[in-house]
Nanobody, 116 residues
């Protein structure tokens, strides 16, 4: 079973919105475990976009503050990334990451493309 599965990516125009989902298997999802979204654009390093610890503690990259919102559903073992006011520079592959028991897990990524 794949531990993390992202979905929701696609092609959107500047100013549009997308909602990414990350479904986690029970064995790597804990209410208190940090869950994060990262992204990697072509020829750039992977960067942290947003992180949620517990139910309400969140961190965001400066470039997405006020536009992106991370949330989690602990019943469905799912983490979301609501992305509004998208810009061409948000174009990247978005990855979900879980950290539990000293180990990290990554999803396969979902492509987000924002056209100008």
């Amino acid at each position: 079973q794949v531990p993390l599965v992202e979905s929701g990516g696609g092609l959107v125009q500047t100013g549009g919105s997308l909602r990414l989902s990350c479904a986690a298997s029970k064995r790597i999802f804990s209410i208190s475990s940090p869950m994060s979204w990262y992204r990697q654009a072509p020829e750039k390093e992977r960067e942290l976009v947003a992180r949620i610890i517990g139910q309400r503690s969140t961190d965001y990259a400066d470039s997405v503050k006020g536009r992106f919102t991370i949330s989690r559903n602990n019943v469905e073992n799912t983490v979301y990334l609501q992305m509004n006011s998208l810009k061409p520079e948000d174009t990247a592959i978005y990855y979900c990451r879980s950290y539990l028991g000293g180990r990290e897990y990554w999803g396969q990524g979902t492509q987000v493309t924002v056209s100008s």
